[in-house]
C-alpha cells in the first residue's frame, strides 16, 4: 500500500523558516520532518511513498537524488572522478517525488498524483505532522467499517494554564496546566483512502480536500 504524503504547500505560519526551505525539510534534530514521518512508515511495513511536491520543491528532490551524501560519510577520489559511501544507513524504501503545482490546493495535489498512486488503497497524510499511530490498526478500522475514507481525530490540549478563581475573594481555587480544550476533536492528519476518493475532487486543482470532498464523504 503506497504512503501518499501533502508536501507542497507554502509553510506561512513558519514563514520565517519556510522562506529558505520548504516546511517538510524543517529539522527535527537532525534529519528533516519529512524523513521522521517516513521512518515511522516504514517502520510499520509501508515502504512506498508518493510524495507531492509545490513549494521549494526542488530542494526536497535534491534531498533525495542525494540521500547517501545526506546520511552517510564519503570517500571522493578527485583524479577518479569517483564517490564510495561509507557507513551507509540506507532504507528500504522506494520514492516518487511529483511536482503538483505551486498554487494547487490539498485535494488537486492527490488529484495530479492519480496516476502514481493507481486504483488502489492508499495512505494520506500531510508533511508536517509526526505522530505515533498505529497505521496497521488504522487499516484494520477501516477494513471493518466499509468507509471510502478513515480519518485519525485527536483532542488538542488547551494553550494556557487554567485557574479556577473564587471571585469573592480573589484566590486561586486549583489550577490546571494546559488541560484538554474544548473537547472538539480536531483532524489528526492521518487518512486511509479507497481510490474511489477521487470521485469526490470535481473541481481539479481548486479542489480543497478538507472542504466539499470531506464534508460529502462524512455524509455516507
Known sequence: MKVVILAGGYGTRLSEETEVRPKPMLEIG??????HIMKGYSAQGFNEFVILLGYKSYMIKEYFANYFLHNCDVTIDTAKNSMETLNSASENWKVTLIDTGLDTMTGGRVLRGRKYIGDERF?????????????KSLVKFHEDHGKKMTMTAIQPEGRFGAINMEMKTNHVASFLEKPKGDGTWVN???????????DYLKDGDRTVLERAPMEALARE
Not at 537532525?30 to 524523513?35: A, G, K, S, V
Open 30 to 35: 537532525d534529519r528533516p520532518i519529512l524523513w
Open 123 to 135: 495512505l494520506l497524510t500531510y508533511g508536517d505532522g509526526v505522530c505515533d499511530v498505529d497505521v
Open 188 to 198: 489528526g492528519g492521518f487518512f486511509v483512502c479507497e481510490p474511489s476518493v477521487f
